[in-house]
């Protein structure tokens, strides 16, 4: 299995269930400008199962905005769709993660804008 290296910053805030089982996270990235000159986005759906790791980091450490390296492994995952049909989609299954701006640093900044 080849492993991919991805750098961006959160979608969104993490979605991670009650027992910290699963995490799931969307990271996009900027990727240059196309032909019309237009910033170039790209976005990768990530998954981690690793307890620990969603507990300890990607619950309390993570929001909207904050920058992460991913190290792992695209999987397709096949689910069904609300009109019925099959679909599959590809995710980033998470092997390792490095934080590159935390969420309390974030919210630090602010704070310090704000007084």
């Given amino acids: 299995m080849q492993n991919v290296v991805f750098a961006g910053r959160l979608a969104a805030d993490p979605q991670v269930t009650d027992d910290f089982g699963k995490?799931?996270?969307r990271l996009l990235e900027n990727r240059?400008?196309?032909a019309a000159g237009k910033p170039r986005v790209v976005g990768v759906n990530c998954v981690s199962w690793a307890r620990g790791l969603n507990e300890r980091v990607i619950a309390e450490g993570l929001a909207?905005?904050?920058e992460v390296v991913v190290v792992g492994a695209f999987v397709?995952?096949?689910y069904q769709a609300r009109d019925g049909g099959e679909r599959t989609a590809k995710e980033l299954v998470v092997n390792r993660l490095t934080v590159l701006d935390w969420?309390?640093?974030r919210l630090a900044e602010t704070e310090a804008e704000a007084a």
């Fill in 64 to 66: 909207m905005g904050c």
């Fill in 76 to 78: 397709d995952n096949r």
């Fill in 32 to 34: 240059g400008r196309d």
């Fill in 103 to 105: 969420a309390s640093d």
């Fill in 23 to 25: 995490a799931v996270f």
